[in-house]
Nanobody
Framework: QVQLVESGGGLVQAGGSLRLSCAAS????????VGWFRQAPGKEREFVAAVTSSSITTDYRDSVKGRFTISRDNGKNTVFLQMNSLKPEDTAVYYC????????????????WGQGTQVTVSS
């Protein structure tokens, strides 16, 4: 059974930092690209960042470039999202997702999803 479990969310003041983790089990993790997405109330789920299976390529939405960093540790089946200089508009539920092979910025491509972790940034 495939499981993706996010952790590390919470409440932080604007300008602060959080580090999200996504722990995977039940799949050949090193063969999967992983993406982070977020969904704010009343809005569609949107792409945040992605990393290829071998970490050669990373991608970010424009609004988080220079503030967020995605990385992975295949030995621990875990992907991280380091979020710095957080803004109130970053408030959302953050989800990680895995796809066998290539990465994508599209929600529809990913086969497996976690339950999400809430990130709230106060002004």
């Amino acid at each position: 059974q495939v499981q993706l479990v996010e952790s590390g969310g919470g409440l932080v003041q604007a300008g602060g930092s959080l580090r999200l983790s996504c722990a995977a089990s039940g799949l050949p993790f090193s063969k999967h690209a992983v993406g982070w997405f977020r969904q704010a109330p009343g809005k569609e789920r949107e792409f945040v960042a992605a990393v290829t299976s071998s970490s050669i390529t990373t991608d970010y939405r424009d609004s988080v470039k220079g503030r967020f960093t995605i990385s992975r540790d295949n030995g621990k089946n875990t992907v991280f999202l380091q979020m710095n200089s957080l803004k109130p508009e970053d408030t959302a539920v953050y989800y990680c997702a895995a796809n066998l092979g290539y990465y994508s910025t599209s929600v529809a491509v990913y086969d497996y999803w976690g339950q999400g972790t809430q990130v709230t940034v106060s002004s």
